[in-house]
């Protein structure tokens, strides 16, 4: 996991423990408070809470087996977990870029893959230039990277 990734994980932990968890205590007493501890709202604030738990003890877990990597000390030109890099769909001529980072922190959608997806797997080790043949479900792709930096 990159040090952003569980610096988020840490604030996420936090909102959750020092600002949900006495809201979430809140209503249920509120609710108590009213005698309306077996109506639907509270059954729901109970699933609220319960889901509470649930990422709260993922969360903690998670950070207690992270292996927390600084990728700013990292460097060069080869592909390696941390790095960000600008491919070319050869077939489409598209241009993408990604961040290779832990699974925890992937989010296609903001531009970060896990390092061990398929794209990933396919790019490690590579350096600019080179081709990388990436086998996904929707089928093979071929990639040029156009370049691989370090922040």
Same mark, same amino acid.
């Given at each position: 996991? &990159? @040090? ?8 996420? @932990?936090?909102? @959750? &423990? ?5 809201? /979430?205590?809140?209503?249920?007493? /509120?609710? !108590? =408070? ?11 604030? @109970?699933?609220?809470?319960? +889901?509470?738990?649930?990422? *709260?003890?993922?969360?903690?877990? !998670? ?19 941390? +790095?960000?890099?600008?491919? =070319? ?9 990604? !961040? /290779? ?13 896990? *390092? ?14 080179? =081709?990388?043949? %990436? ?10 990277? *156009?370049? %691989?930096?370090?922040?």
């Amino acid at each position: 996991m &990159t @040090l952003e990734g569980h610096a988020a994980l840490k604030k996420e @932990l936090k909102l @959750l &423990t020092e600002i949900e968890r006495p809201k /979430i205590s809140q209503e249920i007493g /509120i609710a !108590r =408070e009213h005698g309306d501890l077996k109506r639907m709202p509270s059954t729901m604030l @109970l699933k609220k809470n319960k +889901a509470w738990l649930k990422r *709260v003890v993922e969360i903690e877990d !998670r950070l207690a087996r992270a292996e927390v990597i600084d990728t700013s000390t990292l460097g060069g030109d080869k592909i390696r977990f941390g +790095a960000y890099v600008k491919l =070319e769909d050869i077939d489409s001529g598209k241009v993408v870029e990604y !961040r /290779i980072v832990g699974a925890d922190e992937s989010d296609i959608a903001n531009g970060t893959i896990s *390092v061990t997806s398929p794209m990933a797997r396919a790019l490690i080790g590579k350096h600019e230039g080179d =081709e990388a043949q %990436v086998k996904a479900p929707g089928g093979t792709r071929n990639y040029e990277i *156009v370049s %691989v930096r370090w922040k």
